[in-house]
């Protein structure tokens, strides 16, 4: 989920949810053989780019059989593409009896996402937080992870609140951020003070001002007692951080506004691959 979106300024910061995103691959002799598990997105320009990275990088001219199994829906701004992106890239790698260090699945997944015309950043911040678990926060510009840190989990809840409709992201221009520069620099020093739920909702703000995306369900989140709330991503999905023991109160509440609620923990454990899982 986001903390703070990058289009503004190129310094855009995410944390890791509980939700799983995993890949297989198989080098076959020729051709890309797609399963989608749980989730079809519809489209195959991610895995496409993503074959082409790594068998480019890795001088293979055979071909794949992938599985991708995902819990989420893509285009709400729940950084599917990223963790997409990061699955595929580290089981292709390993499926060729490649170890590649974290730094290099996410050079390769960036640059997948940017083939896929998928990103407006190249969303290391998202590609980083999936990847590595915590909060993550990058300079997209200069493809640089500069902040990684456990969250406190206890006795908080994740809720999704996903709306009807999709946004596409190739039409998302940066320079609809641009008067709004100020307030997504004071989004970043709230996440950087640690206050992570605040810098959540002023970019959520910020998100709703530049995209026109509408900010009332996470205001109702808020209203009704989560501790921070804001869109995600460039939309329409909202997260809300909440006390586990309002979670199923301020859930219904979201429910009853029309979305579809997914409830996840904040996760601190990194991804894995070449692992049984
Ligand atoms: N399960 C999946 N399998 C394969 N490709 C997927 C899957 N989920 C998403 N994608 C790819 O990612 C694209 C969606 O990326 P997009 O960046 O628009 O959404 P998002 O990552 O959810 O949004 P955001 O970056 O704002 O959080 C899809 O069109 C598809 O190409
Ligand atoms: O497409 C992108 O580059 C991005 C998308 C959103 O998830 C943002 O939150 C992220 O910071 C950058």
Redesign the pocket.
Known sequence: MSVLNAAATGFGAAIAISARISALAEPTDGGLEVT?EG?D?G?R???EAAASVVSGELGWTGGWRLV?R?ELP?????????A?SNALIASMCSALGSDPSPSDVLRMSVLASRM?N??VTG?LD?AGASLLGGFVMADNDSGTIEVRRDVDPEGLEVLLGIPAGE???SAVSREAFAPLVPAALRARDLALEGRYWDAMTVNGLVVSAALGVDSVPAAEAIRAGALGAGI???GPAIAAVVPEDAAERIASSLARAGLMVMRYRLENEPGVWNAEI
């Open positions: 989608f989730v997105p489209d320009r991610l895995v991708i995902s893509p285009r709400k701004g729940l950084k599917t593409s990223s997409v896929a998928v990103t969303a998202d946004l596409e992201k995600t991503g460039m």
